[in-house]
C-alpha cells in the first residue's frame, strides 16, 4: 500500500497551521512546501510578507517553538527554493522529518553530490533526504544521486509551486524506468495526485502518493484520505 501525504502550499503561517490542523490524527506525515518566489513563482510561508510568519519563523529557528503541531505529526519540507544548498543550516533546523531538494534547483550534479557525502551523519541518522526532478528533467541526471537520497519524488507537472496542475503521463514510465534499474528505491509523486490517477500511479511502483488539491479541497476530507488509503 502506497504512503498517502497531505501536501500543504501555506500561504502564511495560519494558514500553515490550519491544514495541518486538518489532518493532523488522520496522517503520520505531511508535506510542506516552501516556495521562495525566485526558483519557482509561488510565494509561501516562510516568504510570505508579514510580521507574524516572521516571528514564528525566527522562534522555530532558535528552537523556541516548533512546526505547528509538531507533537502530532511529522513533516517533510519540499524545499522549492533556490538556496536549498546553501542555507541547507536553516532548512534543518525547522525540524523536519524529510528534506527534499529539485534537482533544477541544486547546480552542479558533482558538487550537489559531494554536500549531499558531507552531511553531518547525526543529521542523516534523524532526517530522510529526496531528490525531486520535473517530468521534463532527464531521468539519467539523479542516477550518480541515488545512493545519496532515500527517495525520488517525480514532479507531476512541470509547473512546481501550484496546487491544482494536471499530470503529466511521462511520469509513468519515469517511475517504471526507475524501478527497473533500482528496484530498491522508494518513490513519491507529487501534483497531479487525484482519485483518478492514483490507481495507475500506484500500478506503476509509486510507494508515496504526496496530495494537494485532492485532500484539501474535498468536502469531507476524512473520508476523502481513507478512500486513498483503500486503493
Not at 533556490?82 to 525547522?94: E, H, T
Not at 553530490?113 to 520535473?134: R, T, W
Not at 509551486?161 to 528496484?183: A, N, Q, T, W
Request: charged share 30%; aromatic share 10%.
Amino acid at each position: 500500500m502506497s504512503e498517502i501525504i497531505p501536501s500543504i502550499l501555506p500561504k502564511d503561517y495560519e494558514d500553515l497551521k490550519n491544514n495541518i490542523l486538518l489532518v493532523r490524527g488522520l496522517v503520520p506525515l505531511a508535506q510542506i512546501d516552501l516556495c521562495d518566489g525566485h526558483f519557482v513563482k509561488n510565494s509561501t510561508w516562510p516568504f510570505t510578507e508579514g510580521s507574524i510568519n516572521e516571528y514564528h519563523f525566527k522562534r522555530i529557528l532558535a528552537e523556541e517553538e516548533g512546526l505547528p503541531f509538531w507533537e502530532d505529526i511529522d513533516f517533510e519540507l519540499d524545499l522549492l527554493v533556490s538556496d536549498a544548498v546553501s542555507n541547507f543550516d536553516i532548512y534543518s533546523k525547522l525540524g523536519a522529518r524529510g528534506i527534499i531538494f529539485h534537482l533544477e534547483a541544486v547546480g552542479d550534479i558533482e558538487e550537489f553530490k559531494n554536500f549531499l557525502e558531507g552531511i553531518d551523519p547525526y543529521v542523516k541518522d534523524s532526517v530522510e533526504f529526496g531528490i525531486a526532478l520535473n517530468p521534463s528533467t532527464s531521468l539519467e541526471k539523479i542516477f550518480p544521486l541515488i545512493s545519496f537520497v532515500n527517495f525520488v519524488q517525480f514532479m507531476g507537472n512541470d509547473e512546481i509551486g501550484f496546487h491544482g496542475r494536471e499530470l503529466d503521463e511521462k511520469v509513468h514510465e519515469k517511475i517504471k524506468s526507475l524501478k527497473e534499474k533500482y528496484p530498491d528505491v522508494k518513490v513519491a509523486v507529487d501534483i497531479g495526485v487525484n482519485e483518478d490517477t492514483a490507481p495507475a500511479l500506484i500500478s506503476a511502483g509509486a510507494d508515496k502518493l504526496i496530495i494537494g488539491s485532492a485532500i484539501f479541497r474535498a468536502e469531507d476530507i476524512i473520508g476523502k484520505i481513507e478512500e486513498f488509503k483503500n486503493l
